[in-house]
């Protein structure tokens, strides 16, 4: 049963809809459970109707939905007037489907997509190829690095999806019936942090290796060092105070305005020519 709906969770999307959103797939994904607890026919359709109400959540996570609900419809189910018994089961499923699309986007929109972007530019950094930095690079490169470079980004963000997707069903299964259910099943802030402080480092990685390799191919001609540590240092300082001041709760767009206001405060005032 619960292999049967982790599977079916892969097409959760597929029948997305402007008017109840996952609505077709989360019952699609559900009617294992829903064919096994109600084997009267009417009792079965009456089952896929509730499902087939609006629901909208992140879907990598909506494997902790799925699990909780179908541990309510098997109680339900058990009971002599189903219907009573599931009373509660829209506002649980409403309440987990909005706290798990919030911690979803917030790592997998917003941490592990960019992060398979820095894994695909390091791997091809690391095998030699350079023609993502310099365009007119005419360098042979074998086919195998320039795939390997976006499929170890794609493996690494699957393996995330795949890991909660199934863990998810279980952490649910086990807690149906409360509406905080499966949001303990890991420090979820904790997870984002260090998300968050992984993908900076890479980029950190990334803008070092980018300005080192421009620098050893300009130094030569220029011998400017002090404007070399000015170009390489930078947007090494922007990063910085990106963040900085997201660890003191303010918005990227504060530490836009104050990048560009110490900017024109540099070339105004001091005269800093910084190109």
């Known amino acids: ?23 077709i797939g989360f019952a699609f994904c559900l ?4 064919e096994k607890a109600y084997p009267d026919r009417e009792k079965l359709k009456a089952a896929v109707s509730r499902h087939l109400q609006l629901v909208n959540t992140q879907p990598f996570m909506a494997s902790f939905v799925l699990g909780n609900v179908a541990s309510l ?24 489907a909005t706290s798990f699309a919030s911690i979803g986007d917030r790592i997998f929109w917003g941490r592990l997509k960019p992060m398979t972007a820095q894994i695909c530019l390091l791997v091809w950094a690391a095998g030699g190829f350079y023609g993502w930095l310099f365009t007119g690079l005419d360098t042979p490169v074998s086919f195998g690095l320039l795939l390997a470079g976006p499929l170890l980004g794609i493996v690494f963000y699957s393996s995330f999806a795949v890991y909660w997707r199934w863990r998810g069903l279980k952490a649910g299964y086990a ?32 803008a070092l290796l980018s300005f080192g390799m421009l620098a050893a ?5 220029r011998q400017d060092s002090g404007g070399l540590l000015l170009k390489i240092g930078l947007p090494l300082t922007v990063l910085a105070l990106h963040r900085i001041t997201r660890a003191f709760g303010r918005s990227v767009f504060f530490a836009a305005g104050l990048i560009l206001a110490v900017s024109v ?8 020519k910084i190109f």
């Not at 049963?1 to 609505?23: P, T, V």
């Open 1 to 23: 049963m619960f292999f049967k709906m982790f599977l079916r969770s892969f097409f959760i999307q597929a029948g997305w809809n402007y008017e109840r959103f996952q609505n």
């Open 31 to 34: 009617l294992p459970v829903l």
């Open 73 to 96: 419809e098997e109680q339900a189910a058990a009971r002599p007037d189903p219907e009573a018994a599931l009373k509660s089961m829209p506002g649980v499923k409403q309440a987990l």
């Open 175 to 206: 807690c149906g019936g409360h509406a905080s259910c499966g949001l303990d099943a890991s420090d979820w802030s904790g997870l984002i942090r260090r998300l968050s402080a992984a993908g900076f480092l890479m980029s950190v990685a990334i």
């Open 217 to 221: 191919i300009d130094l030569p001609a």
């Open 265 to 272: 405060v540099l070339v105004s005032v001091f005269k800093v």
